[in-house]
């Protein structure tokens, strides 16, 4: 199970004051509709503000992404990339990963990944957040990307260190 293992999601403190841009991908309804609930949720519990925007697939999540993180304290990217008989599965995965982390480490902002890559729908259903699932990923991606906003504002006081200031002190 792919959940094995990982720590239950929780927020901590210092979240309330946080504004989040949810993107969301379009494709397999059901299960967005899964993400989208579960990243409101944790939205809701952190006492932080959202902007949500729809975007049509997974493809289309890193320039959404992009153009929100100047504006927001985190961003919380969602959606589904289900297993074909084609390459596309591949090169959508990719592209919607590398392209989310060069966001993040470009941005500084922390981008929280919710996008499932399954190889059956099932599989996509059982970590949607849905009546019945077992996981909850779009609580989850929330609130990873609300914990690392609120860490990083506590060790840097929200703006990025000089690089220069730190040089020769080891």
């Known amino acids: 199970m792919s959940g094995h293992g990982s720590p ?22 059901q299960v967005m ?23 049509p697939g997974s493809f289309e999540l890193p320039v959404a992404a992009a153009r929100l993180a ?3 304290d985190a961003v919380v990217a969602l959606g589904v990339v289900i297993r074909g008989g084609t390459p596309h599965f591949e090169y959508v995965c990719a592209a919607a990963t590398t392209g989310l982390t060069d966001v993040s480490v470009r941005t500084g ?27 909850d990923k779009g609580f989850e991606a929330a609130a990873a990307a609300l914990n690392t906003a609120a860490t ?19």
């Open 33 to 55: 509709d899964g993400l989208l609930d579960g990243a409101r949720r944790a939205v809701a519990q952190a006492g932080a503000t959202a902007v949500e925007i729809r975007v």
């Open 70 to 72: 100047p504006t927001v």
């Open 109 to 135: 902002v922390p981008v929280g990944f919710g996008v499932l890559t399954c190889d059956t729908e099932a599989q996509a259903l059982d970590r949607a957040g849905l009546e019945g699932s077992s996981e």
């Open 8 to 29: 239950q999601p929780t927020l901590q403190t210092g979240t309330n004051h946080l504004c989040v841009a949810i993107v969301a991908a379009s494709w397999h309804e």
């Open 152 to 170: 990083l504002a506590g060790v840097t006081g929200g703006a990025v260190p000089d690089a220069e200031a730190g040089a020769g002190r080891r």
